[in-house]
């Protein structure tokens, strides 16, 4: 099933999704690792799986393609678009979990601890490293695997994810702490 408008079958779009998912969670929680001398797991879920990287990296790539090879096209809108779904995500999980999994009240420039230009500035970049070189990775190791693999991997990475989030949201419900997560007075 193509997607309408952009001529990328399905399939690819979750299997991008789900690669994207999982790396940005390997590569924060490397980094993060790193910074508090301490193994850190940055999902919501005990899995290695952070979706925001994923709805972030495919809706970047679905929604700007049009300005591929405009790197100062995409800089802005990729640093305005994601600041925004950064927001989004942050005032969402307020809302859900009464939590943020970032801080940036110690960053200049921050707007309630959620955003700061700091990170603004870094999406951008992030955004021409995505049209510049990592999507073309990530649609080339896509395509290692046969799509009844991929197919069956993304049932049952999806099944997982599905039934950690449910454990987690239920546990944050009761109130039990599900991973370390900032508290936003």
């Not at 079958?9 to 991008?16: E, N, T």
């Not at 393609?65 to 809108?77: H, K, S, T």
């Not at 927001?87 to 959620?114: C, H, Q, S």
């Not at 990170?119 to 290692?144: N, P, Q, R």
Request: charge should be positive; glycine fraction near 10%.
């Amino acid at each position: 099933m193509i997607i309408y408008g952009t001529g990328i079958d399905v399939y690819h779009v979750i299997q991008w999704f789900l690669i994207y998912s999982i790396l940005g969670w390997c590569v924060e929680s490397i980094y993060m690792s790193f910074c508090e001398k301490r193994l850190v797991n940055r999902g919501f879920i005990f899995g290695p799986i952070c979706p925001i990287y994923g709805f972030g990296a495919v809706g970047a790539y679905l929604l700007l393609r049009p300005l591929e090879g405009n790197y100062v096209g995409l800089y802005i809108l990729g640093s305005i678009g994601a600041t925004f779904f950064e927001f989004l995500v942050a005032k969402l999980m307020i809302r859900i979990l009464g939590a943020v999994w970032w801080d940036y009240t110690e960053k200049p420039f921050n707007y309630k601890g959620i955003i700061c230009l700091e990170s603004t500035l870094a999406w951008g970049l992030y955004t021409i490293c995505l049209f510049g070189f990592l999507h073309k990775g990530v649609m080339a190791f896509a395509d290692t695997y046969s799509a009844d693999v991929g197919c069956v991997l993304a049932v049952i990475l999806i099944v997982y994810y599905f039934v950690d989030f449910s454990v987690h949201m239920y546990r944050a419900k009761k109130g039990v702490p599900v991973q370390k997560g900032i508290r936003i007075s």
